[in-house]
């Protein structure tokens, strides 16, 4: 059976051939799960190739398996408490411990997500108030942007309404969500807090202390978090 040298290292939705003339892989069988000659129609793919292209370009895929497919994705904490925040300021969330990154997507300089596959993502985050100033307002927001711009895109909101005296939102947890389209070259995603203390007082978020060196630890209910994963992959 003339058959290409099939690549590696495939896509997730694509099977490469690597072929040098034009359209020689035309409707041959690709055994993916055969174990002797008698196995020709176990678990094959048809090979649907255009005379330019060693790309799978909507033939038929078929498998006597699910394929796994790769994982895009990225999930980061806060190793400290991230302190300094004024209030009333809308400020950027850091995170310096990476739990994964699969593929070095997360620029830890900028605090922001840009991945570089084009698809559909699940963004959350979980934030934690960490100083007890009389925070009666805080907000947990998702932004994302592009080459040119940036903007708030999902957020959630806790308050006191009608405003009362010494009230305190310290030690909340609050999460935002969101799925969003990434283009896969400049599209990305950040995670900002705002909140306001009736002290006018420094707010903090929190995350571990600077005697934790176990990554385990970061993940726990002391800490917040920011993670993005794909969903579904797009041409």
């Known amino acids: 059976?003339?058959?290409?040298?099939?690549?590696?290292?495939?896509?997730?939705?694509?099977?490469?051939?690597?072929?040098?003339?034009?359209?020689?892989?035309?409707?041959d069988r690709v055994l993916l799960n055969g174990t002797d000659s008698s196995s020709t129609g176990d678990g094959y793919a048809v090979i649907?190739?255009?005379?330019?292209?060693?790309?799978?370009?909507g033939g038929v895929e078929r498998f006597s398996e699910v394929p796994i497919l790769p994982h895009v994705g990225c999930k980061v904490y806060h190793?400290?408490?991230?302190?300094?925040?004024?209030?009333?300021?809308?400020?950027?969330?850091t995170y310096d411990a990476i739990e994964y990154d699969t593929h070095g997507y997360y620029d830890q300089a900028n605090a922001r997500y840009?991945?570089?596959?084009?698809?559909?993502?699940?963004?959350?985050?979980i934030v934690k108030l960490g100083a007890a100033v009389d925070c009666y307002d805080m907000i947990s927001e998702i932004h994302a942007?592009?080459?040119?711009?940036?903007?708030?895109?999902?957020?959630?909101?806790?308050?006191?309404?009608?405003?009362?005296?010494?009230?305190?939102?310290?030690?909340?947890?609050?999460?935002?969500?969101?799925?969003?389209?990434f283009n896969g070259t400049t599209d990305f995603c950040s995670i900002y807090f705002y909140a306001i203390s009736e002290d006018s007082g420094t707010i903090s978020v929190d995350g571990a202390t600077s005697a934790v060196t176990d990554l385990d630890n970061y993940g726990n209910s002391n800490n917040g978090f920011f993670s993005v994963n794909l969903l579904h992959r797009t041409k």
């Not at 840009?114 to 985050?125: C, D, L, M, N, R």
């Open 114 to 125: 840009t991945p570089q596959v084009a698809g559909y993502y699940h963004i959350t985050a």
């Open 79 to 93: 190793k400290e408490n991230q302190g300094s925040i004024s209030s009333a300021t809308q400020t950027k969330l």
């Open 1 to 27: 059976m003339p058959l290409s040298r099939i690549k590696s290292q495939m896509e997730s939705s694509q099977l490469r051939l690597d072929s040098s003339a034009a359209s020689t892989d035309v409707n």
């Open 145 to 181: 942007g592009g080459s040119s711009h940036e903007r708030r895109v999902a957020h959630t909101r806790l308050r006191y309404t009608p405003r009362a005296t010494n009230a305190d939102w310290y030690a909340s947890l609050l999460q935002v969500t969101d799925t969003r389209y």
């Open 48 to 57: 649907l190739e255009d005379a330019t292209a060693n790309a799978l370009d």
